[in-house]
């Protein structure tokens, strides 16, 4: 066998050499990137908490103004009033509430329908077209949602409907419905198309139509999917602002009526934070108190929306 030139030998210990440093800085950065993606995630934990510390805090300077008696119970929302003010949080939490029910009258039927073309009927070149087209209504800006709320399906509304006034309820409750219909469409049509195949053949082969096979088979078997994407519909719903606060109007009244003129929650935050109230004042904090009570209703669906996954969520 014929020996190694010295140059030969000295090439082989050059790509050794070379061949360490690259694990070594291999190994830097294995161990680099796991305190680097720790890092990321202590930011995402970390400003949660600062959110919620900075609504608590803030909180409770409100409520040594104002008792949480009357916060939870009285039935009037007139923090400008000129004498001491009246601070129940029923009319603001009763405009929220019947926006978001319009909105879920509208979204759950359309976007559970659109789940089910899309899953059962649509062949593949349908649901390419329309799918995406469909979550582009997720995209829009919800300040342009509001001026369309206004200025195109108000002056419809008030066509069927004499009595409704220029802001209302129904409107925005309908086109927030419509801004939330991709997400119903969306996740449901996902776990619609999550149920196997097997299960849809075996129901067609004992004879059941196709529609049978739609709501007898595939709906119950994703159930947890599609509820827990009208929870989280919801949840959009409660959180919505811009949409209530071009066409819902500022008026916090306790009633039911979707003609009248409403104040949501997040509408009243947006209309103090332009600058209505000074800087500590009663006023100032009661956005807190508002904000903080919007945050439990946003936790409390989204609790609801994972405990409604785990619980009927079917492994296939």
């Known amino acids: 066998m014929a020996l190694l030139k010295s140059s030969d030998t000295f090439s082989v210990q050059e790509m050794i050499q070379e061949k360490k440093q690259k694990k070594n800085a291999g190994n830097i950065i294995e161990k680099l990137v796991p305190w680097l993606l720790l890092l990321t995630a202590a930011v995402s934990v970390l400003t949660t908490i600062g959110i919620v510390m900075t609504l608590i805090v803030e909180t409770f300077i409100f409520f040594d103004k104002v008792s949480i008696g009357e916060f939870l119970t009285a039935q009037k929302w007139y923090p400008f009033s000129e004498s001491q003010g009246s601070y129940g949080i029923l009319p603001l939490v009763s405009g929220t509430l019947k926006v978001t029910a319009i909105a879920v009258i509208v979204a759950v039927p359309i976007g559970l329908a659109s789940a089910i073309f899309l899953s059962e009927y649509a062949s593949d070149r349908t649901r390419r077209i329309i799918k995406p087209v469909l979550e582009v209504l997720a995209g829009i800006p919800t300040i342009v949602y509001g001026f369309f709320a206004l200025t195109f399906v108000t002056p419809i509304l008030r066509d069927i409907i004499p009595s409704l006034e220029i802001f209302n309820a129904l409107s925005p409750?309908?086109?927030?419905?419509?801004?939330?219909?991709?997400?119903?469409?969306?996740?449901?049509?996902?776990?619609?198309?999550?149920?196997?195949?097997?299960?849809?053949?075996g129901a067609l082969a004992m004879g059941s139509t196709k529609l049978e096979v739609a709501f007898k088979v595939v709906l119950p078997a994703a159930l947890s999917g599609i509820i827990?994407?009208?929870?989280?519909?919801?949840?959009?719903?409660?959180?919505?602002?811009?949409?209530?606060?071009?066409?819902?109007?500022?008026?916090?009244?306790?009633?039911?009526?979707?003609?009248?003129?409403?104040?949501?929650?997040?509408?009243?935050?947006?209309?103090?934070?332009?600058?209505?109230?000074?800087?500590?004042?009663?006023?100032?904090?009661?956005?807190?108190?508002?904000?903080?009570?919007?945050?439990?209703?946003?936790?409390?669906?989204?609790?609801?929306?994972?405990?409604?996954?785990?619980?009927?969520?079917?492994?296939?």
């Open 228 to 316: 827990a994407s009208v929870v989280l519909a919801v949840s959009r719903a409660i959180g919505e602002t811009m949409i209530v606060a071009v066409a819902g109007g500022s008026t916090p009244n306790l009633s039911w009526d979707v003609t009248n003129s409403i104040q949501t929650m997040t509408a009243y935050i947006v209309q103090v934070s332009q600058g209505d109230a000074g800087y500590g004042t009663t006023i100032y904090y009661s956005i807190y108190a508002v904000g903080f009570t919007l945050f439990l209703f946003t936790l409390v669906m989204n609790l609801f929306a994972q405990f409604i996954s785990r619980r009927f969520r079917e492994e296939y």
């Open 173 to 201: 409750g309908i086109v927030i419905g419509i801004m939330i219909t991709p997400m119903i469409a969306s996740l449901s049509e996902d776990a619609m198309s999550s149920v196997p195949r097997a299960m849809r053949e």
